[in-house]
């Protein structure tokens, strides 16, 4: 490690006003800390975000989950509310990284960082989420602009993410042994306005599939998944799995998805 500063500002305001003058959001640190450890990244000041109320809190209106920014994922996994109007959402938080992740991890955090092989990306991007930042509302298919990149400006917040309760949804992956991250993962969602199908872990970023969406907003069937070509040639080839394994695995994960939200 290095010398840096660390301000604990205790509100939205303060925090956007450290930020705007180059100091860096910390929130949980599972992704920042190690990066600067290992020298990939170097901010001079860190801003802590876990001392500010006004970004926790789970809240359920007509229609919808919005969860605060500084939520850990075992916050969301743990939440009754979240567990009876979202278990996709629950169920993906509860099965992100290992216990000590999960309890430090926040889900503003990963989507800020947009890892293409983070799990809430594609639950953000497969409900048509909003991500809610201190000066506006950004829809999910603007936020995600490819590999560790977003909409966010520099020094904008996050502060809470909007979910529109689905009819039903499931996330499915199969996770890396070492990291427990997906080495594919896929969230499919229902809505009266069609299905939504968001895939992590194969391509540079997160991104949806539309042949996906198309056939089983038509039949919502494991069949209709499985009939469904998924091309290999913009996927990830890697020491863990070639591209066209993780076009199997795409189709294999909706087809499983499909499957467990029909019951
Ligand atoms: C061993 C291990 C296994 C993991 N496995 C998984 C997994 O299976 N699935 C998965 O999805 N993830 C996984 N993760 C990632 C983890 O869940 C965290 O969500 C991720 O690392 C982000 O961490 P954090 O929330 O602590 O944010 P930090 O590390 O504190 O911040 C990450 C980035 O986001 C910025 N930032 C943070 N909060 C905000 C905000 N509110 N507004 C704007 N910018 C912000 C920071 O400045 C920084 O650039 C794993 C991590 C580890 C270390």
């Known amino acids: 490690m290095y ?33 600067m450890k290992l020298r990939l990244s170097a ?3 860190l801003v802590d975000l876990s001392g500010i109320a006004e970004l926790t809190g789970i809240k359920k209106d007509a229609g919808s989950l919005t969860i605060g920014a500084m939520s850990r994922h075992l916050d969301v996994a743990n939440s009754p509310e979240v567990k009876a109007a979202y278990p996709a959402l629950a169920d993906l938080a509860s099965r992100i990284g290992d216990r000590q992740v999960r309890a430090m991890g926040t889900i503003g955090g990963s989507v800020a960082n947009n890892d293409p092989a983070a799990c809430y990306p594609s639950a953000v991007l497969g409900s048509a989420a909003t991500v809610i930042t201190n000066k506006r509302e950004i829809a999910a298919d603007d936020f995600f ?66 042949g996906l969406e198309d ?14 070509k998924i091309e290999s040639g913009e996927l990830n080839s890697d020491l863990h799995a070639s591209a066209a394994y993780r076009a199997n695995l795409i189709s294999v994960l909706t087809q499983r998805a499909v499957k467990s939200a029909l019951g």
Do not use: C, M, W
């Not at 301000?7 to 910390?26: I, N």
């Not at 919502?220 to 009939?227: G, K, L």
């Open 3 to 35: 010398a840096f500063t660390l301000e604990r500002p205790a509100s939205v305001a303060d925090a956007v006003q450290l930020a705007g003058a180059g100091g860096k959001p910390l929130a949980g640190g599972q992704t920042l800390l190690a990066s």
């Open 43 to 45: 901010p001079e000041q």
């Open 145 to 210: 602009q490819g590999l560790f990149t977003t909409a966010l400006e520099d020094g904008e917040l996050i502060t809470a993410i909007r979910f529109p309760i689905p009819k039903r949804a499931v996330y499915e992956k199969l996770r890396q042994k070492a990291s427990h991250f997906p080495l594919v993962g896929v969230f499919v969602a229902q809505y009266d306005s069609g299905v939504r199908v968001a895939v992590t872990g194969a391509g540079n970023g997160v991104f949806r599939h539309s």
């Open 215 to 228: 056939a089983l907003t038509k039949s919502f069937t494991p069949e209709a998944a499985a009939a469904v």
